[in-house]
T-cell receptor, first 111, second 114 residues
C-alpha cells in the first residue's frame, strides 16, 4: 500500500522554464511534508518542507504547494537550471518517526 | 552544518558474510535512521533509534539488526548477507524535539552482495 505516490517517474524541462513535480498521498493523518533532491551516488539533501497548517511555502526558486482536500502537493522550481537535474523525492510524516517517501521523479533540465 | 558520515561508500561482499555499515553524526541528534533505496521503491525504513540503546523496527527489518551504543553512532548489521540485500543504504539523523523536521542524510553506502 503506497501511501505517498509520485506518478511521474521522469520529467524534462527547458532551462529557464518552470518545473512542476507532483506528489499524492492517501493518509489524512500526515501533517508535515518534505521534498528532497538526490544526485547519483549521493545522499538526499533537504530542499523545502510544509506543515499541514499552510498551503504554500517558498524558499528562493522553490515553492511547495499543499492541497489538503485533494491530498496533493507539488514542488515548483522557477526558473529551472541544469544543476537542478536530479531525482526528487517527496516525503510525509504524521509526527512520528515514520517518514513515508515516494518513489521519486527524475528531473532533467535541458540547456 | 550537520554532518552525517557513512564509513563505506562502496562495498562488495559474498553471500553469507557478516556486514557492518557504520554511521556517525556530529550534531548531537537523538534520532537516527537506516533506510535502503531501491529503484522504483523509494526509500524504505529498516530501523530507527530514538536514543542510545533504543531502537524500533521499520518497515523492512528482516535480515538486519542495529546497534546504538553511543549517541553519535548507529550501526546497521547484516548477519548473513544475501543477494537481495544488494542496495543503496542511507543513514539519517534528526533532532527529536517536535517529532517533525528534516532528516539529514549521509552520502550512502552502495552494497553489492555476490
Amino acid at each position: 500500500d503506497q501511501q505517498v505516490k509520485q506518478n511521474s517517474p521522469s520529467l524534462s524541462v527547458q532551462e529557464g522554464r518552470i518545473s512542476i513535480l507532483n506528489c499524492d498521498y492517501t493518509n489524512s493523518m500526515f501533517d508535515y511534508f518534505l521534498w528532497y533532491k538526490k544526485y547519483p551516488a549521493e545522499g538526499p539533501t533537504f530542499l523545502i518542507s510544509i506543515s499541514s497548517i499552510k498551503d504554500k511555502n517558498e524558499d528562493g526558486r522553490f515553492t511547495v504547494f499543499l492541497n489538503k482536500s485533494a491530498k496533493h502537493l507539488s514542488l515548483h522550481i522557477v526558473p529551472s537550471q541544469p544543476g537542478d537535474s536530479a531525482v526528487y523525492f517527496c516525503a510525509a510524516t504524521s509526527g512520528t518517526y515514520k517518514y513515508i517517501f515516494g518513489t521519486g521523479t527524475r528531473l532533467k533540465v535541458l540547456a | 552544518d550537520v554532518k552525517v558520515t557513512q564509513s563505506s561508500r562502496y562495498l562488495v561482499k559474498r553471500t553469507g558474510e557478516k556486514v557492518f555499515l557504520e554511521c556517525v553524526q556530529d550534531m548531537d541528534h537523538e534520532n537516527m535512521f537506516w533506510y535502503r533505496q531501491d529503484p522504483g521503491l523509494g526509500l524504505r525504513l529498516i530501523y530507527f533509534s530514538y536514543d542510545v540503546k533504543m531502537k524500533e523496527k521499520g518497515d523492512i527489518p528482516e535480515g538486519y539488526s542495529v546497534s546504538r551504543e553511543k549517541k553519535e553512532r548507529f550501526s546497521l548489521i547484516l548477519e548473513s548477507a544475501s543477494t537481495n540485500q544488494t542496495s543503496m543504504y542511507l543513514c539519517a539523523s534528526r533532532f527529536s524535539a517536535g517529532l517533525t523536521g528534516e532528516l539529514f542524510f549521509g552520502e550512502g553506502s552502495r552494497l553489492t552482495v555476490l
